[in-house]
């Protein structure tokens, strides 16, 4: 017989300065005293939007109008296992207040980072931090001038997440370009993440990516939790290597047959969805895919769509 898994849904609800409302799990329930994004269990018969609605409504006192699907989290605690379908709350009305008794308070990013909170509810965080594409970088032109000057345009069109991609430059070519890249990044706004270099990534404070053959020589995460860890993955066992040591998001493919990965056998949608599903991070898609495949992306259950070609601005 099969392990019963509970379908569990949580709305993510803003106030007017952006704060995120969290509440506290009462005494006596699993993980009680931690803080959590509101929400409950989805009772038989019931759609995940359903339940979020009759949810929010008993637990916190509001009629939700539109919402959003951010992300479902699968996660296995040792009493447990469960899936997290959360939303983004757009609209609602009403007083919010705790009708059960639970405690209820406002967080901003930077708070949130520091509260308590369950295990499940860490990969909703990094979904809500990270945007709906994620930059990857052609190869450095000779001229680096010329290679940042393409990533301002890229930063000015509204980018803001990026992986610095080098299989050429040298260690010390790549170190200054590094460094450059990050002041425009962060004068952007901007994360930044290097392709390969945990090294690198230590010596210069950001984040790292890791290709697939580099995620699985690891068996611990390589940068503490301040920094993204990212990682390529292609399939169910890559996919589960990098929740074990902990990365905060990765890609997925190739969802569509590439002339850089010809031989490769694309996952299509349907694949994509899939794997996505198993894991317990967002997820973008990568492989063949432009801007205007977002939708599709999202569709299927991933953060958003990753690549080189299709998010270069034209040039003006």
């Known amino acids: ?3 019963t898994v509970i379908h569990v849904v949580a709305g993510i609800l803003r106030d007017e300065l952006g704060r995120i409302l969290l509440a506290q799990r009462p005494p006596g329930k699993h ?7 509101p929400g409950g269990k989805c009772e038989p018969g019931e759609s995940p ?16 109008g539109a919402v959003e699907k951010l992300i479902a989290v699968p996660w296995r605690y040792p009493q447990k296992s469960l899936v997290l379908d959360v939303y983004n709350v757009l609209t609602h009305a009403g007083s919010i207040h705790g009708r059960e008794g639970q405690a209820l308070r406002w967080a901003t990013f930077d708070e949130i980072s520091g509260i308590a909170m369950p295990a499940a509810d860490r990969p909703i ?9 994620y930059v990857i970088t052609p190869e450095p032109a000779e ?6 000057g393409e990533l301002k345009r890229v930063l000015d069109a509204g980018e803001r997440c990026v992986q610095l991609r080098s299989k050429r430059l040298a260690h ?10 990050r002041e425009l990044t962060e004068s952007a706004g901007a994360d930044l993440l290097i392709n390969g270099n945990v090294e690198l990534a230590r010596e210069l404070g950001f984040g790292v990516h890791l290709p697939a ?32 040591i902990g990365v905060d998001f990765a890609v997925l493919g190739p969802v569509q047959r590439t002339r850089s990965h010809s031989t490769a056998e694309p996952l299509g949608w349907t694949g994509f969805a899939k794997l996505c ?25 991933a953060q958003g769509i990753a690549g080189i070609s299709g998010f270069r601005p034209p040039r003006g």
Request: aromatic letters at 6%.
């Open 1 to 3: 017989m099969g392990e």
């Open 31 to 37: 993980l009680a005293g931690l803080w959590e994004f």
């Open 49 to 64: 939007e359903q339940a979020l609605r009759r949810e929010l409504r008993e637990e916190i006192g509001v009629e939700i």
């Open 125 to 133: 965080i990094a979904a809500l931090r990270l945007p709906s594409h």
């Open 143 to 148: 001229n680096a001038a010329e290679f940042l």
């Open 172 to 181: 010390e070519h790549m170190r200054v370009l590094a460094q450059a890249a």
């Open 213 to 244: 053959t580099e995620l699985m020589r690891l068996h611990e995460r390589p940068l503490p939790a301040e920094f993204w860890v990212a990682a390529s993955c292609h399939d169910e066992g890559e996919l589960e290597h990098a929740a074990a």
């Open 277 to 301: 599903a198993q894991a317990p991070f967002p997820v973008y898609a990568l492989g063949g895919l432009i801007a205007a495949d977002l939708a599709a992306a999202r569709a299927a259950g």
